[in-house]
């Protein structure tokens, strides 16, 4: 009776088994042997959709970057040297952008080791109008995943909510002109960048790249409702454009109840009470908008990262009509970190999905790089 070696079977048909695969068999998969090798770092089929892992800091006593697996309830420690000592401040199909304290900017794919490197964040105090401050990357997320396309385009939010934008082959980057507004988000959607204000702004911009130097923050005539005391986010879902806002209320300090049920959160901060989510219609002159009550069973993920939507009947372990925030700062103080949740947006409740106990316990040897845990989802 002969046998069968499985290394030997056609790649086509290896790739096919791989898209039935979890992310974390799919790269065991991949480290079988040269033949499964291959077919995992030529992408042809990505993995099953899962829920995104959560990028948490590195592990002080290794160095290696921290991953949590919702669909798991489990932690894995990954030595990836090309985001060392770097602040991870975004995510875009599958990619992790990570900032060092010399603001050098550097796009990874974590678990096949493919990067990139930025030119550097060089902005004057002129620009920045605030000499006492380094420049922070707060998000970053590309237009087009680098695996597929070299023409691609980065765009950034700054710790002082600017926003600065790199195409590929630019030799530094370019500050679109008016970009004075405090900005929360952007995303690219149907061609062109998009912006969304802080907390105290109700503006929404746009922003098309493809001007270069010349390209600024246009305002756009809106009819969202704007709510005090929102963090904002944009998304894309079945081709449209939501305007999603998560408002919060003053948090208590540590060793005092929450006003959840039997919770305590471990330091001061500002705790998410509340999810509005609109759809806004780009194509009629007055931009007019709807509210959403539900997500037609799907799921949003928003940090960040670029917007992720999930579809639970394909991804077991997640919640219908459900988003799922992390923690967005009011500042870079890193003091909290702790505002992780699920909203639903039906029943309007909120529940978590990881205890902020695990990052600030005497236990955690996390480093202050997990305070701003990034949605990674698998592409």
């Not at 290696?64 to 875009?92: Q, T």
């Not at 700062?329 to 909203?343: E, H, T």
Request: hydrophobic content about 35%; charged content about 20%; overall charge negative.
């Amino acid at each position: 009776m002969s046998t069968i070696d499985w290394s030997e079977l056609p790649l086509d048909v290896l790739g096919y088994l791989t898209s039935f695969l979890p992310l974390p068999d799919y790269h065991r998969f991949g480290a079988v042997c040269k033949n499964w090798s291959i077919v995992v770092r030529e992408r042809h089929h990505g993995p099953a959709q899962q829920l995104p892992w959560l990028v948490l800091g590195e592990d002080s006593s290794t160095g290696k970057r921290v991953f949590f697996n919702l669909a798991e309830n489990k932690h894995y420690y990954m030595d990836i040297p090309e985001l060392h000592e770097h602040f991870v401040c975004g995510s875009s199909f599958g990619w992790l952008f990570g900032v060092d304290i010399h603001m050098n900017i550097r796009m990874v794919e974590p678990f096949s080791r493919k990067s990139y490197n930025l030119p550097p964040l060089d902005f004057s105090p002129a620009i920045l109008n605030d000499p006492d401050h380094n420049w922070e990357v707060l998000k970053a997320i590309s237009d087009h995943d680098p695996s597929e396309r070299s023409d691609f385009t980065v765009m950034v939010v700054g710790y002082n909510y600017r926003v600065a934008f790199w195409r590929s082959g630019d030799p530094t980057w370019t500050i679109p002109y008016k970009s004075y507004g405090a900005i929360n988000d952007v995303i690219f959607f149907k061609g062109k960048f998009y912006a969304v204000g802080y907390v105290c702004s109700d503006q929404i911009f746009v922003v098309d790249v493809g001007l270069g130097p010349d390209a600024e923050l246009i305002s756009l005539d809106h009819q969202v409702p704007m709510l005090p005391n929102t963090y904002k986010y944009l998304a894309e879902f079945k081709g449209e454009l939501l305007v999603l806002q998560r408002q919060k209320e003053s948090g208590r300090a540590s060793g005092r109840a929450s006003r959840r049920a039997n919770d305590e959160w471990p330091c001061p901060h500002m705790e998410t009470t509340n999810i509005v989510v609109h759809k806004l219609d780009l194509d009629l002159e007055e931009k007019s908008c709807s509210e959403c009550e539900h997500l037609d069973n799907h799921a949003l993920f928003v940090g960040n990262n670029s917007a992720v939507i999930i579809d639970p009947d394909r991804v077991p372990g997640c919640n219908k009509n459900a988003t799922y925030f992390t923690h967005t700062p009011p500042d870079i103080s890193r003091c909290c970190g702790n505002d992780l949740g699920i909203y639903d947006m039906v029943q309007k409740r909120l529940a978590r999905y990881y205890s902020p106990e695990a990052l600030f316990s005497s236990e955690s040897s996390f480093t202050y790089l997990v305070v701003f845990p990034t949605w990674l989802a698998s592409n």
